[in-house]
């Protein structure tokens, strides 16, 4: 087994690796830029919706009360007509990416902690390059992608948009694993 305390550097080092290689994946290049289309008809959207005032969060709309109103005619007639929607609302007001990115950064040091503890149980110091890449990488893979698969199951978020983020989370995964490998303790002398 190998410390955690040993492992703080390459922690760090792969967050702000993946911070940086997902900022140019996201920003700089094409691969997300069709993820989420223009709403046809935008403007008379907004204007139809903007009375409602609904505040900040998610629904699904029509949004049935028990399985007994989602079994009856009349929620089956409102599926039928449609639309059909799963929205996340966000606040009214001046949008900062600061706060998203904050929070991207710290959940970037949660998952390479979580990869290196992981390894760091499994294997000693002077562990080989390919157990703590298979290990931490494993790891950082799980973190990155699979819950992102659910929301395609349950939710029909599109799935091209969710193989794009496995195939970022991949990246990702290699990266973290790459970076412990590297910085990984030698053995004790």
Known sequence: MTGLAAL???I???AVVVFVVSSIIHMASPWHKTDYPKLPNEDAFR?????LAVPPGDYMVPRPANTEEMKSPAFA?????GPVLIVTVLPNGKMSITSNLV????YLIVVSLFAAYVAASALGPGATRGRIIQFAGTTAFC????GLWQMSIWYRRSWSITIKATV???I???LTGLILSWLWPLRSP
């Open 8 to 10: 703080w550097l390459p």
């Open 12 to 14: 760090l080092l792969s």
């Open 47 to 51: 204007a139809a919706v903007r009375p």
């Open 77 to 81: 007639q409102k599926i039928a007509e």
């Open 103 to 106: 929070s991207w950064f710290a």
């Open 143 to 146: 973190a990155y992608a699979l």
């Open 168 to 170: 970022d989370a991949l």
């Open 172 to 174: 990702y995964a290699i």
